[in-house]
């Protein structure tokens, strides 16, 4: 008996003792030597298990700002900030030429896998392919993404734009001026642009889910939330906590917990309602090519019907809307959101971009009223709304929704500049640090647009919130196109006031964006 305590003991003690090792003790040797190898070049943010999370959550709650150290570790000679996250460590690089080095060669590595939700629903997608896999995606996606092709989505945003503010001026008929959930109001219009840049016009009712408990909702409603309980359930089921630390996208073949279960219910049934869309315009197509749209899902079709070597699975389309629609939704109405949040406080630039946009369609004014008047707005207008177009980047600068690249393990032992990197490690790139470097940005944490007007080299070569190299935003004209219409509409019919009222708190979570939404009044312009 007592020989089996023994041998327990000393089994609770060897995990002890590994755990400690390769939690705490390795992150520190290494470190160390990164340390005294590289000096000033490298800063690093230790903090066991959760590594540079712990720093994120520590300035939300100090400073309102998850990046807040970020945006002030700025010095001269800094190239990388290490970091530990579980039990890996790796390096975070903020030197623009070392940045791209990483960028421009990503089969030197591979994603890290996420919760369930985005390997169930992505793995076969353009964000998770691997080299030759992900180039012929890209390939075939990249078409419709091109400047040109997006021409044909523009009437859809344009009318997205009108459906989501006829709801608001439906509330000011009451009041003279109203708050506004300014990133709502924005998701509304991204999101029903990449539901339906993907699927074209859908049959409603082919949109919706039914959950077990009997309530329903649409399949872009279900993508967010399951995507949000995913993460939510490492907080509330430490088993399917540890079971993904150690077998990651491998932990739901084996033993599922309660709710792993419920949740991979609720993603299969998602997928279910994804293949019935696939399945009914598969059926239309088949009876006649020629009522094909230019959406991603006509396309993709044609392309399979028309090509038998094309090398696309149904599997793929479905992974593909996921990652387009939830790639393209938040980010896009982040970046409109805090536009409209620094108009808000910037009453002279405000007035300035109005005229911009009114100057723009006065040829075809005519006497109509605003929203007659934005129906006018042409593609080709686009291109001289110069101001607009840099309060979108600087909005982009100050709040960029995506801090850094995805976090990559490394392939191979890779050297980066003067930077040894070993197998395993992970690797990213925070373009936050570069977005507000007061040496090629001054001042700046002022919302200033103007300096885009007249940007300089050095300015360009460290605005990278789309990333950059092979695997940049493949929908960055997309989301710019949206984000001028959204603007433009909203200048035209309203006035942007702050409202004081509310707390400013910028938070990391998958995107990075203001914590609370009613930023803002909305009041009528009379016209
Ligand atoms: C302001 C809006 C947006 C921002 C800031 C943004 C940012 C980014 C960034 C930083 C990446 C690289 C991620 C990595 O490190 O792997 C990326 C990739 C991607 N983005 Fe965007 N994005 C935006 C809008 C969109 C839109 C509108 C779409 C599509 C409708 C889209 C689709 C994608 C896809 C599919 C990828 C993966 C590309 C590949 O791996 O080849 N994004 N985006």
């Not at 700002?65 to 039990?87: Q, V, W």
């Not at 197509?285 to 020629?290: E, F, G, V, Y």
Request: hydrophobic share 40%; charged share 20%; with cysteine.
């Amino acid at each position: 008996m007592i020989f089996i305590v023994y041998i327990c003991l000393g089994l609770i003690a060897s995990i002890i003792a590994y755990g400690s090792y390769i939690l705490i003790l390795y992150p520190i040797l290494r470190f160390s030597q990164m340390k005294q190898k590289y000096g000033n070049k490298i800063k690093v943010c230790f903090s066991i298990g959760a590594g540079i999370l712990k720093f994120y959550n520590k300035d939300l709650q100090n400073k309102n700002d998850s990046i807040y150290f970020i945006r002030n570790m700025h010095e001269p000679n800094l190239k990388a900030i290490a970091f530990n996250f579980g039990t890996k460590v790796g390096l975070s690089f903020v030197d623009p030429e070392l940045q791209k080095q990483i960028l421009q060669n990503p089969h030197f590595y591979s994603k890290v896998d996420g919760p369930m939700a985005i390997t169930f629903l992505f793995a076969n997608s353009i964000a998770y392919a691997t080299e030759k896999e992900w180039k012929r995606q890209r390939l075939f996606l990249g078409k419709s993404f091109h400047f040109e092709e997006i021409k044909n989505y523009f009437p859809l945003i344009i009318e997205t734009c009108q459906k989501t503010l006829k709801k608001i001026d439906q509330k000011l008929i009451q009041k003279e001026k109203i708050d506004i959930q300014i990133l709502k109001t924005c998701q509304e219009v991204t999101s029903e642009v990449s539901f339906k840049v993907f699927f074209g016009s859908t049959d409603e009712t082919l949109t919706i889910i039914k959950r077990k408990d009997g309530s329903q909702t649409t399949i872009s409603n279900e993508l967010v939330q399951v995507l949000i309980d995913s993460y939510y359930l490492f907080q509330t089921d430490k088993l399917a906590l540890l079971k993904w630390v150690l077998l990651k996208r491998k932990s739901t073949n084996f033993f599922l917990t309660h709710g792993e279960e419920q949740l991979l219910n609720r993603l299969k049934a998602l997928r279910q309602a994804c293949a019935n869309i696939v399945a009914k315009r598969k059926e239309e197509l088949t009876q006649d090519q020629s009522i094909a749209k230019k959406n991603f899902l006509d396309q993709y079709l044609i392309e399979m019907a028309n090509n038998q070597n094309s090398g696309i699975t149904y599997d793929e389309i479905i992974d593909n809307f996921s990652a387009i629609y939830l790639a393209g939704t938040d980010t896009t109405s982040n970046m409109a959101g805090a536009a409209l949040y620094y108009l808000s406080l910037n009453q002279e630039i405000q007035q300035q971009a109005r005229e911009e946009i009114i100057k723009v369609l006065s040829v075809k004014q005519k006497g109509r009223m605003a929203q007659q008047l934005f129906s006018q707005l042409a593609f080709e207008d686009l291109q001289n709304l110069n101001l607009i177009n840099s309060i979108l980047k600087e909005s982009l600068r100050l709040m960029p929704p995506a801090i850094q690249s995805q976090t990559k393990f490394a392939n191979h032992n890779l050297k980066i500049g003067e930077f040894d990197i070993k197998k395993g490690d992970l690797v990213t790139n925070h373009f936050s640090y570069n977005l507000s470097n007061p040496e090629v940005f001054p001042n700046p944490s002022v919302f200033n647009p103007h300096r885009w007007m007249a940007a300089n080299h050095q300015e360009m070569v460290n605005f990278t919130p789309f990333s950059q190299g092979p695997r940049n935003c493949i929908g960055q004209h997309l989301a710019m196109i949206e984000g001028k219409c959204i603007i433009a509409s909203i200048l035209l019919q309203y006035e942007i006031l702050p409202n004081p009222a509310e707390k400013v708190v910028k938070q990391m979570r998958i995107v990075y964006g203001f914590q609370h939404d009613n930023l803002v009044f909305f009041k009528k312009i009379n016209s």
